[in-house]
């Protein structure tokens, strides 16, 4: 399924997330046949229009993930997801490599734990990100995000065996119902998710 749309406006930079259509198919064909915005996911080859076809079909159907479409601009840069409800994994790809590093995955990101919270209800994210891969680590840090593991030389790409941190976010509205007691490790993660959250109630629309 696709999820409702919402904006996400901060410091006069607004992304807007928006279900995905079938003429988003070519532009996501684009961005997933580039092995720079490729190498960190993953995918094995490159994605031709009828791979995205039956993605989209798949996807459409589906009542265990929530896709949306990343805008800026009125322009696709991106995709961003909750894969595997109830027990969710998130994903975000930035195509447009213009938007690398200007925070558009961390708007995104703020969405997606806002709708998560707000619209499914959700007490937990898990998340994977490859060790190199610093800006994405610092995106989802930002939201709350806690790394609790490594899986060690997991991915080869170009030449390299790369590792991938696992990590998750809880929501701090509901970890009283876990029935212990937080541990340590996760203790700033939940502080900082409490205020992405409240930021997310400023900054986050549906529209």
């Not at 490729?38 to 993605?55: C, H, S, V």
């Amino acid at each position: 399924m696709f999820g409702y749309p919402m904006k996400i406006e901060k410091d006069g930079l607004a992304v807007v997330m928006r279900g995905v259509g079938k003429a988003d198919l070519d532009v996501l064909v684009k961005g997933f046949s580039d092995f720079e915005v490729a190498r960190f996911t993953a995918q094995m080859a490159p994605k031709t229009y009828d791979d995205e076809l039956e993605w989209y079909e798949k996807v459409r159907k589906s009542t265990e993930d929530v896709l949306w479409i990343i805008e800026v601009n009125g322009k696709a840069v991106g995709v961003s997801g909750l894969h595997h409800l109830p027990q969710p994994v998130s994903g975000i790809v930035i195509w447009e490599k213009d938007w690398w590093g200007k925070g558009v995955a961390g708007r995104a990101h703020l969405g997606g734990i806002h709708y998560a919270d707000k619209h499914l209800n959700l007490a937990t994210i898990a998340s994977e990100v490859r060790t190199v891969n610093t800006a994405s680590l610092k995106a989802l840090q930002r939201v709350g995000y806690t790394v609790w593991g490594t899986k060690m030389w997991n991915m080869f790409r170009d030449g390299k065996w790369l590792s991938t941190y696992e990590a998750l976010w809880l929501n701090p509205r509901r970890v009283e119902e876990f029935g212990e007691e937080l541990p340590e490790m996760y203790k700033e993660g939940v502080r900082k998710a409490r205020i992405a959250l409240a930021e997310a109630e400023k900054w986050v629309s549906f529209c």
